[in-house]
Nanobody, 124 residues
Framework: QVQLVESGGGLVQAGGSLRLSCVAS????????MGWFRQAPGKEREFVVITWTGGNTYYADSVKGRFTISRDNAKNTVYLQMNSLKPEDTAVYYC??????????????????WGQGTQVTVSS
C-alpha cells in the first residue's frame, strides 16, 4: 500500500527556513499528484500546495512566494522548501498523494493518501 513519510520539521525563528521531505513508497511518484496540507491547533486542515504530474503547481495565497514544492521522481521524494517563515506557519504539515480526484484538490477530502505529519514551529 501507499506510504508517505515526512521529515524535516522542527523549531525555527521567524524569518528562517526549513525544508520538509516526503518519501513515498508503494506508488510510482510520476503518476501521482503530490501536495502538502497543514493543520494548526484548533483549526481545520489547510491546503498548502499541489504539484501535478505534468509539473504545474498551485500554492495557497498565504504561502505564495515563500514556499516552493519540488519532486524527485527517481527518489520517490517530494520536498517543500519553506522560506521567510512566520509564526502563523506553525502547524503539523502533512504530505499527500492522489491519482484520481473526485473533488477539488484544495479540500482535504479529495486526497486518499496521507503521511503521519511533521511538526513545524515558528517562534516570534
Amino acid at each position: 500500500q501507499v506510504q508517505l513519510v515526512e521529515s524535516g520539521g522542527g523549531l525555527v525563528q521567524a524569518g528562517g527556513s526549513l525544508r520538509l521531505s516526503c518519501v513515498a513508497s508503494g506508488l510510482t511518484l510520476s503518476t501521482y499528484a503530490m501536495g502538502w496540507f497543514r493543520q494548526a491547533p484548533g483549526k481545520e486542515r489547510e491546503f498548502v500546495v499541489i504539484t501535478w504530474t505534468g509539473g504545474n503547481t498551485y500554492y495557497a495565497d498565504s504561502v505564495k512566494g515563500r514556499f516552493t514544492i519540488s519532486r524527485d521522481n527517481a527518489k520517490n521524494t517530494v520536498y517543500l522548501q519553506m522560506n521567510s517563515l512566520k509564526p502563523e506557519d506553525t502547524a503539523v504539515y502533512y504530505c499527500v498523494a492522489e491519482r484520481y480526484f473526485f473533488s477539488k484538490y484544495d479540500t482535504a477530502s479529495a486526497w486518499t493518501n496521507w503521511g503521519q505529519g511533521t511538526q513545524v514551529t515558528v517562534s516570534s
